[in-house]
């Protein structure tokens, strides 16, 4: 009897299954994990099999189910192969390796029973395909109704965080429009001055997010403009500009020291100045009341270090590394979306630098953007400069 020859050799077979688990590449379950899939179902299948036995079909059906799946009624197999996906899904396996799981079981049976000259009857395998036939079917259910919903969950995430994103940056560039214009209303300033050159670059900024969002939409990907070589200091002296109306409207001081004319950074010019917007911005914001906020630039080894310094009052424990994670926000100040920092260390990483911070309690924190260095060339002005 089959049912008998799987009650005597249980541990065997289940030895024969974690095997040839072990020896396919990329299984990542631990030994416990392995033994709680099988094992139950191969118990199922003898409980099946001596049911059927003893002539009992409704206990074999409640057991394992009807073959085709026909029956609707949820069997205990049905449970626990559909558990014993969920499982596997949350170990990274795919499809066919959960298919494999119940193959392997197979094998070892007919393989088993080969060795040991064990004859079974047309009705058993009958029996036995039936199970292997639904437990797959439950398991593959289950696994792909979950795998299907975290991807979907996933996508939802990522649409999410690339919309937040492009609010959060367009509402930063419509800022510093809004600024300029203010600050030109206030002193009946002329458009082609400074100020409006400010005015002028935001709309240039929001165009440009509107553009690369359109372009990210036809290819599915994450676009970016040109890069180049260009002047650190008139990196800077940008950054300052946009910034210092923002400074102005909070009563803060924007200190920026001088910065050596022939040090040069490479990269997306406008990606790398939305990011140091993004930490001016956060640090103005997060600065006590009539303080300074500074920005220096200079050259250390094979690097450029890009440094804003705030009087925050330091940072919570263990909230430096947080602070970078998306929809992460700082303070009690809800403002915002909680995703400058963020966009900021992915801009940075996308052009070979690093974004860090560093924490002084109970006086501030300073944020680092580390770059190439680069010396600008001879005769060519350095923002036209390309390698």
Do not use: W
């Not at 911070?357 to 190439?372: H, K, N, R, W, Y």
């Amino acid at each position: 009897m089959m049912y008998e020859f799987l009650s005597n050799n249980a541990d065997d077979l289940i030895q024969r299954c974690i095997d040839k688990v072990n020896k396919r590449p990329q299984r990542n379950a631990s030994r416990e994990q392995l033994r709680t899939g099988i094992p139950m179902f191969l118990e199922q299948l003898t409980k099946t099999l001596y049911a059927e036995e003893k002539i009992d079909t409704t206990a074999a059906m409640a057991i394992s189910g009807a073959s085709g799946g026909e029956r609707k009624d949820a069997s205990e197999m049905g449970a626990t192969a559909a558990a014993h996906g969920a499982s596997l899904l949350a170990l990274d396996y795919t499809v066919d390796q959960v298919v494999h799981d119940y193959g392997d079981l197979c094998q070892a049976i007919t393989d088993l029973a080969i060795e040991r000259d064990a004859p079974f009857s047309a009705n058993e395998f009958r029996t036995l395909n039936r199970c292997l036939d639904n437990a797959i079917a439950s398991a593959v259910t289950e696994f792909s109704f979950l795998r299907d919903c975290a991807i979907s969950d996933r996508h939802a995430s990522e649409t999410n965080e690339r919309l937040g994103f492009l609010m959060h940056e367009l509402r930063n560039s419509l800022s510093v429009a809004t600024m300029a214009v203010a600050a030109m209303e206030a002193g009946q300033l002329s458009i082609s001055g400074a100020t409006g050159a400010l005015l002028k670059r935001g709309h240039a900024a929001m165009q440009r997010l509107i553009n690369l969002s359109l372009e990210d939409v036809r290819t599915e990907g994450a676009a970016s403009g040109p890069k180049g070589v260009f002047s650190l200091a008139d990196f800077i002296h940008e950054a300052r500009d946009s910034a210092q109306l923002e400074a102005d409207t909070r009563g803060s001081a924007l200190v920026v020291p001088d910065v050596d004319k022939l040090l040069a950074i490479q990269g997306d010019r406008d990606l790398l100045l939305a990011a140091l917007a993004n930490l001016l911005n956060n640090a103005l914001k997060f600065t006590c009341a009539h303080t300074a906020v500074s920005l220096t630039a200079y050259a250390e080894g094979q690097r450029v270090l890009i440094v804003v310094r705030d009087h925050c009052g330091g940072l919570p424990a263990g909230n430096a590394e947080k602070m970078f994670s998306p929809f992460t926000q700082r303070g009690d100040d809800r403002s915002g979306l909680g995703l400058g920092l963020s966009i900021a260390r992915q801009s940075i990483s996308r052009n070979g630098g690093q974004l860090s911070v560093e924490d002084f309690p109970g006086v501030g924190c300073a944020f680092t953007m580390s770059l190439p260095r680069h010396l600008a060339l001879d005769g060519i002005p350095p923002a036209e400069q390309t390698h």
